[in-house]
């Protein structure tokens, strides 16, 4: 018999809605909720095949052991006495620190990642802590944490209110949007120019969005800063600054001010590409605007002056007024939201050893993992874990990543695949498929533009033998505490839901203050694992019951009695309560960013050479869905994008073959001559390079493209430790 199943996509942070029709344990087919409160049907290509993903034989299925040199499989048993007969001799002789950790992007799409990590990562005690945030959005973080007091109080884009939305370094209209979840971007920017208004998006390469939008703005990589900046002298110069609402409660625009005097339109001009005429007319319609939104992404993010860009974007937002302001920059309110205290943000409470680079968030950048794998000495890491990633592809100098992963005494991966990093690991822990987990979105949820609660429970039964991704996580938290490996974790479930509930009663802001934690805890539902936690979360949230405080409030049963999700409204005004800067104003001008103002002067001399940036592509989730033939057939789309002019100049020919070296690398490609890219730059795309020895992944070795991180280099942008992806200075010649 035929039933349907309803769940969230959890393959990117679109989050959109569902509709599986399953026969037993077979899926039929996928198709977009049309019921779903959020994303009314919209699916992309990427939601439309998680069968596929499910049915991959290449997908690990039983743990692998390295045996003899290669990996074998082996019962979870053998797997996890391995990683306890291994593991804890390089922890009792070298120390805590001996043992790193990378987490990749699929964690935070994972409920029991974002819950259980927590309890490896404490249990480790280890400073060597690195993720994906680092090669993505951690400029943002900064950014936030410095301005409005927290690191996760980010605004987003209004999209379904604004009248004016300026874009830089973003292509939602393929990534699906990201630090501003919102199914159906092209609808969504649709809307925006039907009901009168302008999209403008400012980027390297005529994108789709680009194409899509009302206007379109080339610039140089890696200058958005530069520009941005220029923008806000222009609001001071003609008169145009009025931060509206938030006005009372902000500090530091007299030093903003001053600031942007140095980087007026004409200085910038040659720098960026875009002539000052351009730049004073998109200021005056931006501050023009009833109501506008300023949004920079991932091509902003990823330079060496990334904490600066998303620092100015907030800053162009409240100098127009449009903080806070429906259709402008709001922050969203989810369902799972802590109460947090007015305690500010502060990084660099350590430093990684080699390079000295600041810790962000509880971690370092990846972009000096082969630093701290390589050098030895004290706290050199000699054993790794890996969760859901995959560095050699991901991460600058993937070169030397590669070989430092080989050097290392022991690694242990929890991953789908034996992809290019796994195949270092020692032991392979298989994760469950996608269909096998329930699901909800914390991270996203907090960055939606608009406020919605979705819980999806298993579409399929996890099968016999499969360890779920919970138990994998507690399993090695045991053994890095020096339990051994078949100790009942129940226990340790027990502790880490404990943990959520005291912190919860003993929070002065929680519903539940004051109340006795052993009945809140009789009181949860979900049953062991990542579900009961969700419903302490959700309950003792802003919409929750309260354990009884609130008989209307959400729960966890309210969630499952809801599939097509709750609607919680559209964003409302949150500041100045929400703001956790220990004085209650926004921070428009921290010491710590005008510290590091001075440093642009650098980039207004504009340099030779080619640059280099990356693409994303719709079917494409990073590196981790390439061996989906539904998905990767068809044109080849690992190929460098040239324009015409410097195809000329180079020598190049479309459909020949380019060589693009730096300092690190280099890398052999197929060229695509076209002028959407602007002359000086060429476009590489992300993810590729599945040519390695070693790895198991059939239909991604047919087309396996390159690995543009081959040529990247490790820079970071100072402040927060991201590594500068975009704009990377190559030669490019014939092959």
């Known amino acids: 018999m035929t039933t349907t199943a309803y769940r969230t996509c959890p393959l990117c942070e679109a989050t959109c809605g569902l509709a599986i029709e399953v026969d037993g344990d077979q899926v039929r087919r996928i198709r977009g909720d049309r019921d779903d409160v959020f994303s009314r049907g919209f699916i992309c290509p990427k939601g439309s095949v998680l069968q596929h993903l499910h049915n991959d034989p290449d997908r690990l299925r039983m743990p692998l052991v390295r045996r003899n040199g290669s990996l074998i499989e082996a019962t979870w048993e053998e797997a996890f006495g391995v990683v306890a007969d291994r593991l804890q001799p390089i922890l009792a002789e070298h120390g805590h620190y001996a043992v790193g950790v990378y987490l990749g992007n699929p964690n935070v799409h994972n409920m029991s990642g974002l819950i259980y990590n927590r309890a490896l990562i ?79 998006v400012v980027d390297p390469r005529r994108t789709k969005t680009a194409a899509a939008a009302d206007e379109h703005l080339f610039i140089r990589p890696g200058t958005d800063a530069l520009w941005l900046f220029a923008l806000v002298a222009v609001l001071f110069e003609q008169g145009l600054v009025d931060p509206g609402r938030v006005g009372g409660f902000l500090s530091g625009l007299d030093e903003v001010a001053a600031a942007a005097a140095a980087f007026n339109p004409e200085r910038v001009a040659e720098a960026t590409g875009i002539d000052p005429d351009t730049t004073r007319r998109v200021a005056a319609e931006l501050a023009a605007a009833k109501r506008a939104a300023v949004y920079g992404r991932f091509g902003t993010h990823t330079t060496e002056y990334g904490t600066l860009a998303a620092w100015l974007v907030d800053v162009l937002n409240i100098l127009t007024g449009n903080l806070d302001e429906p259709g402008g920059a709001m922050f969203a309110r989810p369902a799972t939201e802590r109460p947090r205290a007015p305690r500010g943000f502060r990084t660099g409470r350590w430093v990684s050893r080699v390079q000295q680079l600041p810790e962000v968030r509880g971690e370092l950048p990846v972009a000096t993992l082969a630093d701290e794998i390589e050098t030895e000495g004290e706290g050199q890491i000699r054993a790794l874990i890996t969760v859901g990633g995959n560095p050699v592809l991901s991460a600058p100098d993937a070169a030397r990543i590669d070989r430092a992963l080989g050097s290392l005494e022991f690694m242990v991966s929890i991953d789908l695949y034996r992809n290019e990093t796994t195949r270092h690991a020692d032991v392979i822990l298989p994760a469950p498929s996608p269909l096998d987990r329930s699901h909800y979105d914390f991270a996203f949820t907090g960055l939606s533009v608009r406020n919605v ?55 002065e802001q929680s519903p539940v203050h004051g109340r006795d934690p052993d009945e809140i805890i009789a009181a949860t539902t979900g049953g062991r694992g990542p579900e009961r936690i969700l419903d302490v979360l959700v309950r003792t949230g802003p919409y929750g019951d309260g354990y009884g405080a609130d008989p209307d409030g959400l729960s966890l049963e309210v969630l499952r009695d809801h599939p097509h999700g709750v609607d919680l409204g559209p964003l409302q005004p949150r500041l100045p309560e929400a703001l956790c800067t220990p004085d209650g104003r926004i921070h428009l001008a921290p010491d710590e960013i005008m510290a590091d103002v001075p440093r642009l002067e650098g980039l207004l001399e504009p340099g030779g050479g080619m640059r280099l940036i ?59 001559v076209t002028d959407d890219i602007m002359p000086g730059v060429v476009s590489l795309p992300h993810g590729w390079g599945h040519d390695l020895d070693g790895v198991g992944l059939r239909v991604a070795a047919r087309r396996p493209g390159v690995n543009v991180n081959l040529v990247s280099v490790p820079a970071v942008d100072p402040l927060s430790g991201n590594a500068a992806l975009s704009g990377v200075p190559v030669e490019v010649r014939p092959a």
């Not at 819980?455 to 399993?475: N, R």
């Not at 974790?489 to 404990?498: N, T």
Request: aromatic share 4%; glycine share 8%; hydrophobic share 40%.
């Open 122 to 200: 404490k249990t480790l005690r280890t400073k060597n802590v690195f993720t994906a945030s680092t090669i993505d959005q951690m400029p943002k973080h900064v950014s936030s944490g410095l301005v409005f007091g927290h690191p996760d109080l980010i605004p987003v884009p209004d999209l379904d209110r604004t009248d004016h939305l300026l874009i830089l370094g973003a292509n939602p209209l393929v990534s699906n949007g990201s630090l501003a979840t919102a199914p159906d971007w092209p609808g969504r920017l649709a809307a925006i120019q039907e009901r009168g208004g302008k999209v403008v």
């Open 453 to 507: 609660a979705n819980y999806s429970p298993p579409v399929l039964p996890l099968p016999e033998g499969q360890a779920d991704e919970w138990e994998i996580l507690l399993k090695l938290t045991a053994i890095a505490g020096g339990m051994p490996a078949d100790i009942d974790i129940g226990p340790l479930d027990d502790m880490v839901l404990a943990t959520v509930v005291n912190d919860a009663v003993s929070n």
């Open 614 to 672: 990356g693409r994303r592509d719709l079917r494409s989730n990073n590196s981790w869905m390439h061996n989906l033939d539904v998905l990767v057939r068809g044109k080849d789309r690992c190929t460098l994008l040239v324009h015409p002019d410097d195809a000329d100049r180079l020598g190049l020919a479309d459909d020949g073959r380019a060589v693009v070296a730096s300092e690190v690398g280099a890398v052999e490609v197929s060229v695509t």
